[in-house]
T-cell receptor, first 116, second 115 residues
Framework: AQKVTQAQTEISVVEKEDVTLDCVYETRDTTYYLFWYKQPPSGELVFLIRRNSFDEQNEISGRYSWNFQKSTSSFNFTITASQVVDSAVYFCALSEGGGGSEKLVFGKGTKLTVNP | GAVVSQHPSRVICKSGTSVKIECRSLDFQATTMFWYRQFPKQSLMLMATSNEGSKATYEQGVEKDKFLINHASLTLSTLTVTSAHPEDSSFYIC???????????FGEGSRLTVL
């Protein structure tokens, strides 16, 4: 069965600190997709990244970076030089199958608070 | 870019009434839509998968007679919470799959409060 674990329930940092959000997943499929979403207090889900199981290359997008390690079934997310606007709940999610847009299984989320 | 719109964004109703939430893909045809529920400070849980022109597939533990899903067109799926009770108060989010590109897009969510 597929499962996503975000062990960190809440993280609090001071602005400009780097912070890493952990995500560990379980799946029996060899083809799957991993996602990260940001959910600010307003509630909408903001898409951050989608990565397929065959692409282990790390990705950087501005202050965001992702480290995908199949050997440890992890897909961690790092925010560099955090800002107050980064405060939100972050969800890691998994979908099985080749399309990458099947139903998602979400982790429980990590609430990040960035203090000024 | 593609947009998925949900309406209403907030709704308050009395216990026992029914509430309909719409999920609309604005610039693409959505062959499949998914409905999720999120209780306060919890994760999103899939309720059902809605395919255009066919019956929805419900996840285990979700009452199909209580949460009626209709996907009558390629751009609209509706979720009706029938005989709502306070425990149905939640944030309901839909996602829609673009039948062309296969990409997945989420709506803004609908917050239901049942008094």
């Amino acid at each position: 069965a597929q499962k996503v674990t975000q062990a960190q329930t809440e993280i609090s940092v001071v602005e400009k600190e780097d912070v890493t959000l952990d995500c560990v997943y379980e799946t029996r499929d060899t083809t799957y997709y991993l996602f990260w979403y940001k959910q600010p207090p307003s509630g909408e889900l903001v898409f951050l990244i989608r990565r397929n199981s065959f692409d282990e290359q790390n990705e950087i997008s501005g202050r965001y970076s992702w480290n995908f390690q199949k050997s440890t079934s992890s897909f961690n997310f790092t925010i560099t030089a955090s800002q107050v606007v980064d405060s939100a709940v972050y969800f890691c999610a998994l979908s099985e199958g080749g399309g990458g847009s099947e139903k998602l299984v979400f982790g429980k989320g990590t609430k990040l608070t960035v203090n000024p | 870019g593609a947009v998925v719109s949900q309406h209403p964004s907030r709704v308050i109703c009395k216990s026992g009434t029914s509430v309909k939430i719409e999920c609309r893909s604005l610039d693409f045809q959505a062959t499949t839509m998914f409905w999720y529920r999120q209780f306060p400070k919890q994760s999103l849980m899939l309720m059902a998968t809605s395919n255009e022109g066919s019956k929805a597939t419900y996840e285990q533990g979700v009452e199909k007679d209580k949460f009626l899903i209709n996907h009558a067109s390629l751009t609209l799926s509706t979720l009706t919470v029938t005989s709502a009770h306070p425990e149905d108060s939640s944030f309901y989010i839909c996602s829609a799959r673009d039948g062309g590109s296969g990409e997945l897009f989420f709506g803004e969510g609908s917050r239901l409060t049942v008094l």
